[in-house]
Each structure stands twice: as structure tokens, then as C-alpha cells.
């Protein structure tokens, strides 16, 4: 049975999700109390938690029947599904996509896909050094979404950081020029494409 645990992937789980679930309500177009949110590529759900105090709504989509097993076992809705072809029964206002935009087979069409069931905005992690922005900006105004948002993200999956490293990583997100030095070399960016 393959099993995947978000507390097997990053070193300080409820900081780095707290800091995703800030981010996926705040970048771009708010989300508000009520919205729902569509987690593609959600492995065990876990981020289900964090968007919960926000008042948000939460459903995932995996391709692994085990690890969507254990999101149902915590209670979080869940279903299998290729992100490539998947579309929810009905619109969502926010399609988030983690560590997993690499697994659209066409991202263009991918990002058409999307942009005909999210009423309000796409999130997900860019590396910079993989693929160029500004070509992720053209394909997401291609696919209708009329507004790019786009934030570093500072927060490391394998090391548990002190506080004051964690609140000076933070501050360096917002530094632009140093922000963007370092991102030549490590880290990503959120990227919110609005409606």
C-alpha cells in the first residue's frame, strides 16, 4: 500500500502549512468565509486543516486511491482523479495545485481546463528555475485568468527553522531585489492567476 504522509515531507508540518494557507487566502483575489477550494494532487488532505479556520471549503482530487483512502480516513473530501482530466461536479472558487503543476501533460491546456471550473483564482508553486514566468503569465492569460499574483515563498520543506530564521526568511520575501537573488538559487514562488 503506498502510503504518504505530509508529516514525512516537511520538517515543521503545521508551520509550513499555516504559511501555505495564509498565502492561498491572501494572494490574489481574497478568499472569504464560505468559498470552497479544489486541492489537486492533495496527497493526504492535510492542508484541509489550515484553510478550516478561515472558513473555507475544502476538496481534494488525487491520483493515488491510498493516500485518498487517508484523507477520507480523517474525514476530508476526497476523491481519484488525474489532475490532467479531472472537473468537479460543480465550480469551485479556488483551484490550488502544490508540488504538482510538473504533472499536467500540457499546462496550457491544463490552465484552460481549470480556468472553466474556478470562479476566482488558480494557486499554486512555481519553481523559477524550471519554468520562466513569463511564459507561466502568457499561458495563464491564454487560459482567461485576468490578473497574476506572484509571491516568494521563503519556507524550507526539510528543515525546521527557529523562530527568528523563520520570521527573517519572511521578511526577506518582501525585500524585492534580495528576493529575487535568491530565488535564482533555491525557494519558489506562489503564483495566484485571478479571474
Known sequence: ???WSDDDQYADVDAY????????????TRLE???????????DGR??????????????LDSVPAVV?????????????????YVPPEPVTATLCFRAIYYSRDRAAFFRRVAGYTTGKLVFDLNPRQYPLAT???????????SVDVRPLFAPQRVKLPRVAG?????????????????RYRFTYVVAASR
Do not use: K, W
Open 17 to 28: 502549512f499555516a504559511r501555505r494557507a495564509e498565502l492561498v487566502v491572501s494572494v490574489g
Open 33 to 43: 468565509p464560505g468559498d470552497t477550494v479544489l486541492d489537486l494532487a492533495c496527497a
Open 167 to 183: 520570521a527573517a526568511l519572511r521578511a526577506l520575501e518582501r525585500s524585492g531585489p534580495l528576493a529575487g537573488l535568491a530565488l
Open 136 to 146: 507561466i503569465r502568457e499561458e495563464l492569460g491564454t487560459a482567461g485568468f485576468a
Open 47 to 60: 492542508l484541509a486543516e489550515f484553510l478550516a479556520p478561515y472558513g473555507i471549503g475544502y476538496r481534494g
Open 1 to 3: 500500500m503506498t502510503r
Open 69 to 85: 483512502a487517508q484523507a477520507r480516513a480523517h474525514g476530508i473530501e476526497a476523491e481519484v482523479g488525474d489532475l490532467n482530466d
